[in-house]
């Protein structure tokens, strides 16, 4: 049905621009102000009459009354940009916004609220003896359980924490009905979905068989619980955990004779709370390709059709994406279609979007209602739409994190605040939270690169895109759309132009993956356009580019193809932010590119015209006009250029730069220059996000002696000959970040390394290192230590050295054993990587000593690709060997143990949370084969 909540994001969208009109005081017509003052109240009261309407309603007058109110606020909001476009104006919406208003109050339209949805009862419709891979995790678990020799005699709380469908609950029941389980003195199962904690509290208490409750104060429930339990062995599972009740609760449970609490939730920060002191964290996994059919065929093959020749079931299984729900509520409906030997599987394989949303079978129901619940439990109307956004991007297409940001902000689904200023990162912060949405590749410092919806999820968003007109999709299906507002074209999907009779002149969003016909990349046919990516058009030319320049409205501009120059005109693009092009063959850049007035984001690898700088940007500059925050990046030789200007880009915060070997004395002391003022510590008070990126392969590291303190820096990247470390960067304060790449790395610069007391996130890329030893204390806060050598030349580590070391990354395929490395000096670890051509021997080496580690870390394969042309960009790391990594396979197949030991630090750790958890979630294949030194199953 209609999505109210949906149109209540975009009402108060409509709002915050409404408010920019009476700012920008448009007088149009005699009473303009009055319409707007008259809308500005209007607004919010109908998105608080439709706020509380609770998904899945199936209320026929509700949905007619939110559609025509949804009709009339797309209406307004073409006005709203008509007038920013051509300052013209159509009163119409206004009056049907009032009749649709007196309509809604006729008719007394109104939802009934539904009760709370347990999370827990989809993982429960998943029967045991149909899930595969279980009894790796669950071995993994039960040591977890166990009471360990050696160690304290502690509670222990173990989180299960995954996106529905993955059988969480399952699991947990597995354990506890285990032999280990019913070992525990007190035992209870309570469902944690209420949210109240008085009642689950007043739930526990009941089964530890005290029926006699004369209270609901939690206070005193938590005091009688803990009472009764004192100097208990007790195993309590709390299954389905939405909200963060912990704080709460935790002091109903003494901490004492080796007890367990198991907490099963699908949001991370509630797994993260609960295990924070002594807890271990096990993040549910989706099954590999081998596991997945054979799963698949259990439910939808039967028995005596085994032999049969079977339909080609690849394309549903990548729908299920591994999720045991899926493939077992999919498998079912299959052999209701008749599989193996039904005519129509292979079209059910194809539509299964459209059988999972408009068939009505009960089959697929309960798959459709966990994809509901996922969805309806968002906790704000603007993290809805930031989700549908997804369904723009292919189900295979993993989107980059930036990306996607950039264009949310362009697209006016967020508006910073004083509280906000970055709600772009904190809405997908959220997402990730909700494990709906999975990391695909993580940088060194835990910050999610690329990443990707669930393959059922993204059925069921792009298909809801669709139905409320959200998005156009153009996929190969057949979709005859009435208003096209948003286009993802993929896999030439629209090759006849003439047939394509659809108005495009109130298009805000085009995302291209593939080849474009003419008629779409006919850009004077769209007038109201804010995000055009075209990153991925393989038939993008340079003459398509001068028609974007006319449209006006655009903030969001990513080009790929076969560009090879901007037009001078590009300069008409007054409100453009984000201009990306690294997928294109752009080398000189405008000057008419830095005098955009509001340009935030740059990315290529471009220098300027050479020839002297003109008047009107040396005047631009001069005034300060210039909102440029990253530059990624420019090149340096003997013009004019970048360097020149760096000084008066006032707001810069992120700069790449790559120096050509011609570049001569003068123009490296200018360059010089730029980086000291870039790196400048004002009153040694900067905090900023500041990063530099710089690659002088050819050029002499003499540019990097004379900077000086006071300098700050938050992450640093060199490339080049490097026979010492720069002065300058034991003087940086506070650098969290830092990646060098050079050929030899001498004993000298490592040993500067050691006394960086702020490192957190330490990346060495070389074909050798010479000799060193980590001598104790060194290198304190360090999270994530990374090397990349061609030949296995490791440090040694001497105990009491890295004290907080969570990820140690070994990237060498010539590596022969654990090297020397003593793993168990390192108290904190909780994963460790390998090249994934290392020796079997050497695998199987790393995977004993990780058994033997009491954190019992994961072991992960990767593989670094060899560096290749870098164009510039968003990268953490120097050089694209920074996160070229492939996900091989993951050894360890069990969890991160999370002991979340507090740091000694003076301000937030944001990556200290999630710090190489995620990791393992991206792109698993079915090449997992061991389970701390146990075979997987």
Known sequence: MEDPGLLSAFIDNLVSRL???????YKLYKGFEGDVTFLMRELPMITSAIDGQLLGQDDHILRLSVEELRHVAHEMEDCIDQIMYDASWDQQPWYRLEEALQRQQRYSVSGSSSSQLAESSWDQHIPPDDLVGINSPLEELLEQLAEAEGQPKQLKVISIVGFCGLGKTILARELYNSEIGKQFEKRVWVSGTHGDPGELLSEILRQLHKPDLVTSNVNQLSADICNYLNNKRYFIVIDGMSSDQWSIVKSAFPRNVSSRIVVTTKIQSIANTCSSTNGYIHKMRRLDEKQSKQLFLKNACPGKYLDYLQPDSAALLKKCDGQPLALTTVGHFMRKKGWPTGRDCEDVCNKVRFYDLQSGDDTLDRMHQVLIHDYACLPSHALKACFLYFAMFPSDHPVRAKRLKRQWLAEGFLQPTNLCSDPATETFEKLMNQNIVQPVNISNNTKVKTCKTYGMMH???TLKSICENFITLFDGGELKPKQVR????????????????IDLSLVRS??????????????????LLRVLDLED?????????????????????????????LPKEIKQLKLLETLDLRKTNVK??????????????????????????????????ALGKCKLQTLGGFLVDESEGFAELMGYMNKLRKVKIWCDSSTTSPKLTTLQKAIQEFIHDEKDASNDPRSLSLYFDGCSEDILKDLKAPCYLRSLKLQGRLLELPGFVTALRRLRELCL???????????ALTNLKHLQYLRLIADELEEIHIKEKALPRLLCLCFVLQRPTFPKVQEGALPFLKSLQLLCKDMDGLSGIQVKGFTRLSEVMLDCRVTDGTKANWVRAAKEHPNKPIVVLKRAIPPRVDRGGDSTAAGETENELINCSVLSEGQVQETHTQMPHDEPDYAFNNMGHEVVSATLTGSSIANNGRVAS
């Open 19 to 25: 408010f920019s009109l009476a700012e920008e005081k």
């Open 459 to 461: 059925e069921f968003i």
């Open 486 to 501: 948003r286009i993802s074209l993929h896999r030439n999907s629209i090759t006849d132009g003439a047939s394509l009779n």
């Open 510 to 527: 085009l995302i291209v993956f593939g080849e474009a016909s003419n008629h779409i990349l006919n850009f004077k046919k769209f007038q």
């Open 537 to 565: 058009c393989t038939d993008l030319e340079n003459d398509h580019v001068k028609e974007v320049c006319n449209l006006l409205l655009l903030k969001y501009l990513g080009l790929g193809g076969n560009v090879t120059c």
């Open 588 to 621: 000189i850049l405008p000057t008419e590119v830095i005098q955009l007035p509001h340009l935030i984001h740059l990315f290529g690898k471009f220098k300027l015209p050479d020839k002297a700088m003109p008047d009107e940007l040396q005047k631009f500059m």
């Open 741 to 751: 790449q050079s050929t030899k790395m001498t004993a000298d610069l490592l040993t």
